[in-house]
Nanobody, 116 residues
Framework: QVQLVESGGGLVQAGGSLRLSCAAS????????MAWFRQVPGQEREFVAA????????YYADSVKGRFTISRDNAKNTVYLQMSSLNPEDKAVYYC?????????WGQGTQVTVSS
């Protein structure tokens, strides 16, 4: 089992920045990939960014390329999502995701609200 706990969401003005954190615990040695997804009510959950846990590389949705950066601190078992130049279209619940062995896990989500 792997547990994921997100933090760092909140309210920010358009053009501003936020950093989300996702701390993993449990069987972290089996983690292969960590990623961020987001979901707006009434819409499907969409991919935002991903990182191989040990070696890179990183991947981004076209909508966030150049604005968001995913990074990790393996010593802390934590992955981050640095979000810059936020716009109202980025408003969503952001979820941390991991693939560990043959199983996948989701965090509880953290709300990001961008005011125009």
């Amino acid at each position: 089992q792997v547990q994921l706990v997100e933090s760092g969401g909140g309210l920010v003005q358009a053009g501003g920045s936020l950093r989300l954190s996702c701390a993993a615990s449990g069987r972290t040695f089996s983690i292969a990939t960590m990623a961020w997804f987001r979901q707006v009510p009434g819409q499907e959950r969409e991919f935002v960014a991903a990182s191989s846990w040990r070696y890179g590389p990183t991947y981004y949705a076209d909508s966030v390329k150049g604005r968001f950066t995913i990074s990790r601190d393996n010593a802390k078992n934590t992955v981050y999502l640095q979000m810059s130049s936020l716009n109202p279209e980025d408003k969503a619940v952001y979820y941390c995701y991991t693939q560990a062995g043959t199983r996948t896990y989701w965090g509880q989500g953290t709300q990001v609200t961008v005011s125009s």
